[in-house]
């Protein structure tokens, strides 16, 4: 992203500052008609792309050449026209009424911009998806077999992409264009506020002194920060320049140390309350308020953190590692006095769960967030300071928005051709109609795809190519979401792609791949709960209470079975057989099968105590 200077700086800031205020606006009053919304949201975010990121890695990065100035007002035009055109479009009849020239022209510019923008802010991956889907609805009517695809002119294809809310102007930019752009700007006020300070300093009051301190530092914090981030690799580089160096320096080698950080940043996606653009647009694709979302991704992601601080906690004991000492530990009273800090997101909660739409809940936690700034002077925020809020929140819209666009038009291919159909009867071939065979290919599916993609685009892409057939096979339709969006957000730590581990690396000094391995690793959990929730909807917490206790006490001991077994030490060193003892409780136990888990339940309580009482 290019750091830009006088004129550019100027406008680039004016500019995201003005869409910030759109957004404040239509959350205040209401968003405009779904098509109008989404055509405003992109015509500040793709002209914008071209002014931040530049074509190659030669290109300049301190200022933008007269041709990405081109690029940007040329990428302007097909949104201009379908805001200043806006009724003739909404009220045509759609492969009914005659697609225009100028309708032709504008539609096909807007696609090569978006393949362009997409191809410097996104990569190369998810280019090449979009780009193979508008040659697949031209030319797939001359494929041979089973993904023969129908006839479709060139002219009804723009129509499909540009002139519908089926195609770029479909649900995932909608939700871009409404819950995530209002939650950047939250995330930006969250920031200025100090929240981001002070999750640190609780991150360390709760952890600091324990064992291994430092290193569940990084798992608390990043759990705290990656709920308002919502990326994976942002979270490393906000929490991981503070808690690498210090698990270094007490003793944790730079591979365990990059792992457990870029383990614990990627789950900030699925740790509520706010999660990641992904869990907006499942609501939307689901038409369920958001916060049944958030409260089935709820026990999983505690879960899944619960496992990474229990693998920490017996790798420091194991190494005799100690805490921090007392001086870089917060005082009680400090922590006490800026609690307050946390209001906005207590507020946010609080208004999800009573019911609130997201976008008005983000509203009135911004409102609580500058409040809360203004009691501190070093981070009070005057007219300056909510401005650059209003900036560096916004400034993070280019992924999603360009993301989603992109992923509207494989979304458009896939309602145009009817090729989401020939992919479930293939899904269906080849798992033979077996449920958990189809589960694996899905779960293949969606790390492939978010090893080259963002979570959000690789869960749209998986998502609509792969739920129809887990619904199809008896699966709920809000467990088959999830499932695809678990992998597609871990496939940052799945190797031989792991972007958040990569990152990690590049703190810690390890190697990436070493470091990639061992994320992998202590991300173990995260790639068996999804395949619990399937088979048991008290993993969401969607059934009765009991079966919702009894799925938190079995996903509690699975992930101590687990942890145990996989760094071979419980007070002492764990015998071979042990540890396939351990793994076999930690996997049985969160079978669907009430008698199998009580006695796993059982002889694991049996063996705590065993190991409990004999001496290290």
Known sequence: MRKLHGASYYFTYTSLVAMAAFHIYTAIFGTFEAYLQRNVHLLFALPL??????ATKNSPKDKVPWYDWLLAAISALPCLYAIVKYETIIYRMVQVEEVTPIQILFGTILVIMILEATRRIVGLALTILAAASVFYMYIGH??????????????????????????????????????VMMFLILGGFLEHSGAGEYFMDLSKALAGKAVGGPAKIAVVSSGLFGSISGS???????????????MKQLGFSPIFAGAVEAVASSGGQIMPPIMGAAAFIMASFLGIPYKQVMIAALLPAILYYFYIFMSVHVRAVKWGLKGLPDEMIPSLKYILKKLYVLAPIVVLVIMIMRGYTPMRSALIALIVSWLVSLPDKNHRMGPKGILGALYDGSKNVFVVAIACAAA???VGAVTLTGIGFKLVSFIFSLAQNIPFMALIMVMLMAIVLGMGLPTTAAYIVASALAVPALINLGFKPLA??????????????TPPVALA????SSISGAKPSDTGYQAFRLGLIAMIIPFAFMYDAGFLLQSN????????????????????AIEGFFRTKIAFTMRLLFVMLGILVLFPILLLRIVCILIFVILYVLFSTKKA
């Open 545 to 564: 209470w009991l079966s919702n206790l009894v799925a938190i006490v079995a996903g509690v001991v699975s992930a101590m079975a687990l942890s145990y």
């Open 49 to 54: 792309a071209f002014v931040f990121y530049p």
């Open 408 to 410: 509207g038009i494989v």
């Open 480 to 493: 088959s979401h999830m499932f695809v969006f678990y992998y597609a957000v871990f496939s940052a730590i």
């Open 232 to 246: 994976a690799v942002a979270n490393v580089y906000a929490t991981g320049t503070f808690t690498i160096p210090m």
């Open 501 to 504: 581990a990569y990152a990690a």
């Open 142 to 179: 001359f494929l041979p077999g089973e993904f023969k695809g129908m006839y479709v002119t060139y002219d009804r294809i723009i129509e499909h992409l540009y002139l519908t809310g089926e195609g770029i102007f479909s649900t995932p930019l909608g939700v871009s264009a409404t819950f």
